[in-house]
Every structure is written in C-alpha cells, then in structure tokens.
C-alpha cells in the first residue's frame, strides 16, 4: 500500500463512500431496554397487553404562578386548558391528565399556586426522537404566551430534546490529540497521518454501526461508547505504528521497508491488542441484558475498525508523506534517557515499587465499598435546567418521592369481581415509607388494574430501594394470599433495582470469560503464563482504582460541582459492568505496547533487569503519550450534559491515567524484573496448543533494536557533522 499510494487511496475513498451512500438507507431501530425476568418487565409487559399508555414514556408538565395569584383563577386556567388542548393534538400523544385533580396542601409553598399533569405518548423509550420535546415545549409556551403562567417540564421526551447536538466532547479531544501529537512527535505530518489514521476508523466504525444498527437492534447510546472507544483507541495505535515507522526511517530504510517492519512489530502489536479489547467489550454479552450487550457489540465493532483502518489506511498516509515522515533529527526518535533512568530506579527496588503501586491504587479503590449502585434523578440536573426546576417543584408540592412513583400492575382475571382484594391490597401498601397510594384502577378490559405508590423518599435514596424490597417480600405476598391476584411492582426505581440485580447475578460469568479468554490471548502473544496472570490480577486492581474515583467524585461529591453536578448521585447500574469491559481491554492495550518491547530486548540477549530498562526507554515516551492522548479524550466527555456521559468520561479517563502511571510505569516493570527469566516461559504442552502471534515481527527481515539504535545512532552522527 505504501508503494502504490495513490491507487490504494483512491480504493480506499470508494469504500467509504460506498458505506456512507449504504448508511443513508439504513433506519434505527427502537431501543431495547427490556430486562428478561424481571419483575418489573412483568409488570412492563402488562401495562403494553392491557394499559399501553403506562407502557409508553411521558412527560410531566408542571404550572406555576407568582405570588398572589391562584393557578386556578379564570385567566391562568384558561391558559392552561388551551396549552392541554394543543398538545393532546401533537404526534404521539394518546392521553393527558387533570392538571387540577393533585393539589399541594394548605401551607406548603406551592399550595393554589402549582398544577401539574403528565402527557403520555404511545411511543417507548427508544421511539423518542428530539422533535417530539421541542413541538412539545414550543406547543406549550405559545399557548401560554401572554398569560402570568410559568411551565417547567421533565420527563424523556424532555431529556432527548435537551442532548447537546454540537459533539464538544469529540471536538475538545480531537483538539487536545493534535497538541500532544504535535508535540511528540514534532512534525506536522507525523501528527496529521496519525490523526487521519485514526478518524478514518472512527468514521467507517460510525457508518458500520449506522448500518448494522436495524439488523442487530443497536442502541443509540452505542454510537457514543463508540465514538469516545474509537477516538481513544485509534488515535493510540496508529501513534505506536507511526512511531515505529519513523524510528526505522531515521536508521535508513526506505519508505516501503519502513513501513512493512512497523507493521511486522507494531502492527502485529495492534492487532493483539485490539483483539483482546473487542474479546473485553464483546463479554457483555453474556450479561443477559440486551441493551447492556448490544452497546459493547457496537464498541467492539468500533474498536475493530478503528485497527483494520491503522493497517490500511496508515500505509497509504506513509507512502503519501514519506518524505515529511522521516525525522529531521534522528535524535528524536533513540530511545529516552530519563525513561531509562526510571527504570532503573523502579528495578533497583523492585518491592518498594511494587508496594508503593499497590498502595496507591487501594487508596483510590477504597470508596467503592460504599458505591450506590441506582439512577440518577432530575435533583442532579444543574439549577437552570428546566427538568431541574420541575423536580424541585414537585418535590416541594408533594414530597420529594412524587416524581417517580411506583407501578403495581395486577393481573385481574376477567369478569371475577375483585374489588375487595384490590381495595385490602391497596390498604396493605401503605405502610412507614409511602407517601401515597392510589385506588386501584381497572383497564379499560378489565383485566388488570393498576395501583400508584408514591415513596416518601427520592428515586435515588436508599431507603426508596429498601422498599421496593419491602413491598415485594413483606407486603404484598400476605395481602393476596388466598385471591387470584398476581401482582407485580414496576416503575422507574424497581426497574433500576432489577436491572442492577441481573446485572450481579450474571457478573462472575462475565468477569471469568473476559479475563480467560484475555490470559489466553497474552500467552499466545508473548509465549508466557505468569506475566498475562499478573497482568490481569493488577488490571483488576486498576479498575477498583476507577470505581473508587467515580464513588469519590459523584457519590461523595469531591469536584462533583466542577464537573457541573451535586454530590450523592448514585452510580448507573451498567456503568461499572461497561466499564470493566473497557477498561480492562484498554489497559491490557499499554501492557502489550510496553511487555512487546521489552520482551524484545530480552530475546536480543539482554538480562531481566536490563531488558525492562532498554524496553521502558524504547516506549515509554509513546506510551506516557497515548495514555495524555486518550485520557484527554474521555475526559473531554465531561463536558457533556448528560451525568451518565460525565460519569463513562471522567471515570474512563482517570483511570486510564492510573494505569498507566502505576501499573505500566511502576509495577509492571518491577514485577517482569523479580520474574527473571520464567517470565517469558511457557510449558511445552502449551507452546504446541496456543497459536504463534508474532509481536516481533521475526517473520520480516527486521534489524533487531539494538542493530536499529546503532544506525539511528550513526545518522544523528552524520547529521551532526552536517550541521556543523
């Protein structure tokens, strides 16, 4: 591809566009955010048989007044009967409540002053496209025009309407890439090959995930996983390809022998690496919930393109730019003399290193013995957001539980008369931590009725999850003992509680499948047993670091502020279980590019000691790069208004910075020198079982490093006579 450039690109160009004309067709499916025997998919699947409009997502709809006036005066009534009668006529609607049926009670800020009332569509969750909130706030405020009426509103409908459409998060990293590149490498082109090689892959992936989205039933979400993997990640491997390329460029070879031994070693590098990435982020299928699966599917295809485009695209960038490829002074590609110098440090006392990266890393994990694992509410949405406003309204009217009631779905056998057990039922629910229960109410086929429970507490509070627990264990089972009733508790807070419970149940499989199949892959690639079982022990250390952070920052709230949220945010319950993919395929990504060198050192005849120092001051510098390069990329995700994006970005991005700055840099290296020689042994039997992937590109006729040294060495020479 390198020697004929031109051609390849040209081919190349064809594709994509050919992708892009096929991703015009495509459709988005609706999102699937079912959780298999579940109770509240139960109680979900009722509501969708008998109840559709409880299916269906809503939006609540809250009017104030000022002070001194009366919500139910003739003017500011009149108002709100025209602003109801508009939306009931909008696309989806299908039901709008009494606004004046809930009233606050005598004393409370609210009271004669708020109405509130939900508008229920018949589309669910993954139906909802941001038109449908912008015709309804737009609906709403023109009708509203003129009067002393205010409106706040909250719900999904809302929340589509408000996601930032301008991708800041992917601009501000794309941003931040190009400084660090630029000052890597010191050269224009490397930075701009690099970068184009890595956005190639992110844009084929977003093409990709366009097109097989309908046929594998991918979530929207996963196109932002994807886009924050695919940056991070590519952006690293074609920067270790690049960097290999220039170091054999500034020895001497030409432009296609260059570019053939960066891909024997690095490539090769690459390929393993983002094997074991996909490996990761694809086990999140055998967590049994679809949504979760489905999103690590869409990253592993991301991840893969993103490798495939640094071993196609790469080439054709290096043929085209060979000559602004090479370094202007050889110097800049040797190996680095204070990494060497910390690797000697690291290796003189391999213990305390290890001791002090083990430390450090238990004090990050330590919050996460107190992670909440929950939802996030509206109360952790800034101040000015109008879903903020709504929820402390309502909270201040009717209790801080009144925005997310839960749903007793009933299943009611046709035509029997049971008015008595649903009323004893009803009585039974409320007990010490519920504000309110609603008479229950039958469908309009009369085959289920439906109770509304309304917590004392807020969805995110602890004592709302305790009881959930509570009505479905203590409560409900002796109040239809002897009655036909099946009963089921759904709504918001039970789904969430469901969900995180599927999530445990299945998460020792997940974990087990990750780091075996991951284990298997590094003892293919390095020929060894106990560097991939010490790697995975300290990559688990790694991610409990990660979830420390993240308890640290949203749970208790240190730099919560800056980041733009409140503390006491509970942690979403697939965040972690998405994490540990991600994270765990992205750290052993570091462990590949730095155990590669200096397993290469050691083959050249070094000893253990001095094969991690020539190995370090080889790839250290990349490494310390890409690891800025993809933090700088997560954590630009902060910026985003959804607290879920701020969690996946910070937490990400932290953590890679962890990783690699303890782990890579401190442990590792101590750890592969105690293990002397036996860390690259491998038994007999598993030498002829595993497959060779060769990392150090035996298979091209490639100088060895230190071969490679020596004539960059001998060129920085030359040019320095030059110069003088």
Same mark, same amino acid.
């Given at each position: ?227 924050? /993997?695919?940056?991070? *990640?590519?952006?690293?491997? %074609?920067? =270790? &390809?690049?960097? $290999?390329?220039?170091?054999?460029? !500034? +020895? #001497? ?80 590609? /040797?190996?680095?003399? *204070?990494?060497?110098?910390? %690797?000697? =440090? &690291?290796?003189? $006392?391999?213990?305390?290193?290890? !001791? +002090? #990266? ?92 439906? &109770? ?273």
């Amino acid at each position: 591809m390198t020697q004929h450039w031109k051609r390849s690109l040209v081919i190349a160009i064809l594709v994509v566009i050919a992708l892009g004309a096929l991703a015009g067709t495509a459709s988005q499916p609706p999102d699937d955010f079912d959780v298999p025997g579940t109770e509240s998919q139960q109680a979900t699947d009722l509501f969708r048989d008998h109840a559709p409009a409880l299916a269906g997502i809503d939006a609540t709809l809250v009017f104030t007044v000022p002070d001194g006036s009366t919500i139910t005066a003739p003017e500011s009534r009149a108002a709100i009967d025209r602003a109801l009668a508009d939306v009931r006529r909008l696309d989806g609607v299908i039901e709008v409540g009494d606004p004046f049926q809930r009233v606050a009670a005598e004393g409370n800020a609210f009271a004669d002053r708020l109405a509130t009332t939900d508008v229920r569509y018949d589309l669910e969750f993954g139906d909802v496209r941001a038109e449908n909130g912008r015709e309804l706030q737009s609906t709403v405020d023109d009708a509203l025009r003129g009067s002393d009426v205010d409106v706040e509103m909250r719900g999904i409908v809302v929340d589509v309407a408000a996601e930032q459409d301008v991708p800041v998060g992917e601009l501000v990293g794309i941003a931040l890439a190009i400084v660090l590149l630029t000052f890597l490498f010191r050269s224009g082109a490397a930075m701009f090959a690099t970068l184009v090689g890595a956005l190639i892959g992110v844009v084929v992936g977003q093409i990709l995930l366009a097109i097989l989205a309908d046929p594998l039933g991918l979530p929207r979400f996963a196109g932002v996983i994807a886009m924050m /993997l695919g940056l991070g *990640a590519g952006i690293d491997y %074609a920067l =270790l &390809i690049v960097g $290999r390329y220039r170091e054999q460029a !500034a +020895a #001497g070879d030409s432009p296609p022998d260059a570019s053939a031994k960066s891909a024997a070693t690095s490539g090769a590098s690459v390929v393993a690496a983002g094997l074991i990435v996909i490996v990761a982020i694809a086990g999140l299928l055998v967590v049994g919930i679809p949504m979760i699966g489905k999103m690590g599917l869409g990253a592993a295809i991301a991840v893969a393109c993103v490798v495939v485009s640094s071993l196609t695209i790469l080439p054709i960038m290096i043929g085209a730019l060979a000559k602004r490829l090479k370094p202007k002074k050889p110097e800049h590609v /040797l190996p680095s003399p *204070a990494f060497a110098r910390w %690797a000697e =440090l &690291i290796t003189k $006392r391999p213990w305390v290193s290890i !001791a +002090a #990266g083990v430390a450090i890393l238990l004090a990050f994990a330590i919050p996460v013995t107190s992670m909440h694992l929950g939802q996030p509410d509206d109360g952790n949405q800034p101040e000015s957001k109008t879903q903020r406003q709504a929820y402390d309204q309502l909270s201040t009217a009717f209790g801080p539980g009144s925005s997310s009631p839960f749903f007793v779905a009933i299943d009611v056998r046709r035509g029997d008369d049971q008015r008595a057990n649903l009323d004893r039922l009803a009585s039974a629910l409320r007990v010490d931590g519920v504000e309110s229960v609603s008479p229950a109410e039958l469908s309009r086929d009369g085959e289920m009725a439906t &109770i509304f429970v309304t917590p004392t507490t807020a969805p995110q509070d602890q004592a709302t999850t305790r009881l959930v627990h509570k009505l479905r264990d203590d409560v409900i089972p002796p109040a239809v003992a002897g009655t036909d009733l099946k009963v089921y508790v759904g709504g918001q807070v039970p789904g969430i509680e469901d969900f995180s419970a599927k999530v445990a149940s299945r998460l020792p499989l997940f974990i087990a499948i990750v780091i075996g199949l991951s284990v298997l892959l590094l003892m293919a690639a390095f020929r060894s047993v106990w560097v991939p079982l010490v790697s995975a022990v300290f990559n688990l250390l790694s991610i409990g670091a990660a979830y420390g952070v993240v308890t640290l920052v949203f749970q208790k709230g240190w730099g919560a502020s800056l980041l733009g949220v409140d503390s006491g945010v509970p942690i979403m319950s697939f965040v972690p279980v998405m994490m540990f993919a991600i994270l765990f395929g992205l750290s052993m990504d570091y462990n590949v590019f730095l155990l590669s060198r200096i397993r290469e050192a050691y083959h050249e005849g070094d000893g253990p000691r001095e094969s991690v120092i020539h190995g370090v001051s080889r790839i250290g510098k990349i490494i310390l790069f890409a690891c800025l390069i993809m933090a700088s990329v997560f954590l630009a995700f902060v910026s985003q208004p959804d607290v879920i994006a701020k969690m996946f970005g910070l937490g990400l991005g932290l953590a890679i910075l962890i990783d690699v700055l303890v782990v890579r840099l401190v442990i590792a290296p101590a750890v592969v020198q105690l293990l002397g020689d036996k860390a690259w042994w491998l038994p007999t039997w598993m030498d002829r079982l595993l497959p060779n992937i060769s990392l150090d590109g035996h298979e091209v006729d490639a100088q060895t490093e230190a071969e490679l040294e020596a004539a960059i060495k001998q060129q920085t020479g030359e040019h320095e006579k030059v110069t003088s």
